[in-house]
């Protein structure tokens, strides 16, 4: 198979051959492994038992689903991935905005499934073999990990929906053969001694639906695009494009976050998930939970190291996607040996989840506003202007930047972040919201009412249209 040559150009149409079967198998099988089960470890962590858990993940996916579900409909339309898709709105400069955000969002999640993945390859192994649990043989592990995401990421998006489809199956039968492992230990009540995180039930709850439960499709704001700019809009609705974004979210987050709620509870893993699970494993589910913890943890971060790599293209387009995802790999390897050796597992992805969120979520109301305004029309060459190094063009705006777009986000972004709640930082707003975290809400609605307001007596974003050439040497006069 050859590597994909392709970055953040636009997808010609005789490539775009996916169809909206294929974007469920990628999302469903990509989801499928540890990385997503720790999610549902974590509202029995904050004190919750079984059905308080699994109402809490059930209605923050179900919210964040028919939030995020729409993005898939932009780079439909354009054929590029969502960060330069939203150049429309933010400029072809300003678009850097969505690069970064997709860059973090990425980086996080491929770093804890490859800890928690490596975390678990050593438990198991330890038992089977008698191999040390120690430091080294923990950051060997995170090391051949990251190589084979490395190798699926490099080869790209034909790659790693061959190994989604693959997953999707194997996967569904290890998890469930887990359920019958797991079966003589389960209980429906909390882990002992974990009280609730936030003092009383109702805000434990709501955190519980926020970093569990919404955290999960909010993590695909800028990664839908990656999948579905190989659909062709002449032979796929867009209905069915999105039905297939909300099914594939669903079932990719809910079987393996619900998983892992009920494993957390049958191993009464409180402060940590991955050695309670695997000392709570009988013997002969070892070896599938072994097969479980290296195969899944490659296919999801194979496909957000091969995002990663695409935001970084993006952000220095004189890159290859190859030198990029490299780079992207080592830098997010890096982030698995400080947060293993220095950070608390619980503290660490709640506070990145919610502040991701936080920063992430005005940046996707105002790219979706901007799709309802366009009607989906978007002209297609000139959102890469900044790709081949030129100026001009329809999304140009000043110098590359829509102010009233980059200044509505930045707002947002501010409100969120002064309303978040996490084990290492608390937001002034809180005492506004009954310490009850509201930055999601508060981030998206203040972006988008703002960046409203301030493009309301403007015309809509333009159509696509034969656009003014784009030159390489100096910006046009008029600007």
């Not at 790693?160 to 489809?165: A, F, G, P, T």
């Not at 995802?325 to 709640?350: C, H, N, R």
């Not at 972004?413 to 999601?440: H, R």
Request: aromatic share 10%.
């Amino acid at each position: 198979m050859p590597i994909e040559q392709r970055g953040v150009d636009t997808i010609p149409e005789d490539e775009r051959t996916s169809g909206p079967r294929d974007l469920i198998s990628i999302l469903l099988g990509s989801n499928l492994c540890l990385g997503v089960i720790v999610f549902g470890w974590l509202p029995p962590s904050f004190g919750l038992g079984l059905w308080p858990s699994v109402t809490a993940i059930v209605t923050g996916t179900l919210v964040g689903i028919a939030f995020t579900a729409p993005l898939a409909l932009v780079s439909l339309r354009t054929a590029t991935n969502l960060s330069t898709s939203s150049g429309a709105q933010f400029g072809v400069r300003g678009r850097l905005v969505g690069s970064v955000v997709g860059l973090l969002l990425s980086l996080g999640y491929t770093a804890l499934t490859l800890w928690i993945g490596g975390d678990v390859m050593v438990g198991v192994l330890s038992r089977l073999t008698g191999l040390p649990d120690t430091g080294a043989t923990r950051g060997l592990m995170y090391g051949v990990l990251a190589a084979c995401t490395v190798v699926a990421a490099v080869f790209g998006y034909r790659l790693l929906l061959r190994m989604s489809k693959i997953l999707a199956i194997g996967m569904v039968v290890l998890l469930a053969i887990g359920v019958f492992a797991y079966s003589g230990d389960f209980t429906t009540a909390a882990p002992p001694d974990t009280a609730y995180l936030l003092g009383s039930f109702w805000p434990t709850w709501i955190l519980a639906a926020v970093a569990a439960g919404l955290s999960g499709p909010v993590a695909f704001i800028t990664l839908l695009g990656d999948y579905t700019r190989y659909i062709s809009p002449r032979r796929h609705s867009s209905r069915k494009v999105l039905w297939a974004t909300g099914f594939g979210l669903l079932f990719g987050l809910l079987i393996p976050q619900l998983f892992g709620t009920y494993t957390a509870l049958a191993a009464r893993a409180g402060a940590e998930y991955a050695g309670p699970l695997v000392a709570a494993s009988p013997f002969w589910y070892l070896i599938p939970l072994l097969a479980a913890a290296a195969a899944g943890s490659v296919g999801n971060a194979g496909l957000m190291l091969y995002s990663m790599g695409l935001d970084l293209d993006a952000i220095v387009p004189r890159a290859t996607r190859t030198t990029a995802t490299l780079v992207a790999a080592a830098v997010s390897t890096a982030f698995v040996f400080i947060g293993s050796f220095e950070w608390d597992v619980q503290s660490a992805m709640t506070s990145f989840v919610l502040v991701l969120t936080a920063i992430g979520t005005p940046w996707a109301v105002i790219t979706l506003i901007g799709y309802v305004r366009c009607r989906g029309r978007y002209d297609a060459d000139a959102l890469q202007v900044f790709n081949r190094r030129s100026v001009g063009g329809i999304y140009w705006y000043r110098s590359g930047w829509n102010v009233a777009a980059t200044a509505s986000w930045a707002i947002g972004a501010g409100i969120g972040l002064l309303a978040v709640t996490t084990p290492f930082y608390e937001g002034p707003l809180l005492s506004l919201t009954g310490g009850v975290d509201c930055s999601f809400v508060l981030s998206g609605l203040t972006g988008g009412l703002v960046y409203t307001a301030l493009t309301a007596r403007r015309s809509p974003a333009p159509a696509p249209a034969p656009a003014p050439a784009a030159t390489a040497a100096e910006e046009p006069a008029n600007a």
